[in-house]
């Protein structure tokens, strides 16, 4: 099966890529370096043509902007769709969030309204919300200088993204879906946790502190699934072992 990736040149979406290989299909990568731009839709037709399921790990090229987030996610989303629907793809999988649904920060926002945009199109989909990657422990560290670091108040469950990748291979040559159960680790843990044990695994002194409040629901479970979900294997040691 020929399986299109967009944004397959990211973090997860090389992991889908290989994952797409290792399991026999053809994978085509959707990018920006490749000549597709969602934003606009230029180069989806040509590269949309034979492939039978299309996976979206995209993201915004700046998170923090509200206005790019919100058009990333509306008219990006719409142009996949759209191109899709003309090629005559027969299943899209989109990968979201878990608390997209009931969080109001922008990103979750712009989630939501990819979520939406997705089940308002014209092809059969599958949307996967996972919780944050283990890779998120070292991303709240960015730009810190010490010797003192301040993370979000945050509860998570985090997940592999090689468990992520692997379940969106699986949804994506399987039937659709609609919102298929969430994925998520095998262990929750607060955020400046993770990253303490980032730092330490890394081996340098700087101290690691949890900010003051965040917003609302981020610190006590929003961020986590509720009922049913699919469990990743490896563990947050796992990680940092290979890290």
Known sequence: MKIAVAGGTGAAGRRVVDQVRRTGHEPVVLSRAGGVDLLTGAGLAGALAGAEAVIDVTNPPDWRSREVVERFFTEGTGHLVEASARAGVRHLVVLSIVGSDVVDLDYYLGKR???????????????????????????????????????????????????????????????????????????????????????????????????GEGPAGLSTGALCPAGEYTEGEETFADYLDSV
């Not at 979520?115 to 991303?139: D, I, K, M, Y």
């Not at 980032?198 to 900010?211: N, P, T």
Request: overall charge negative; hydrophobic content about 50%; aromatic content about 6%.
């Open 113 to 211: 309204r990819q979520e939406a945009v997705v089940a308002a199109g014209s092809v059969p989909w599958t949307v996967l919300r996972a919780t944050q990657f283990f890779e998120f422990a070292e991303q709240v560290l960015a730009g810190a200088t010490g010797p003192v670091a301040q993370v979000p108040p945050m509860l998570s469950q985090p997940v592999s993204t090689a468990d992520v990748a692997a379940r969106l291979v699986e949804l994506a040559v399987g039937e659709p879906r609609g919102l298929a159960l969430p994925i998520a680790g095998p262990e929750r843990m607060r955020v400046v946790d993770m990253a303490r044990r980032f730092v330490a695994r890394r081996g340098d002194d700087l101290r690691v502190e949890e900010a």
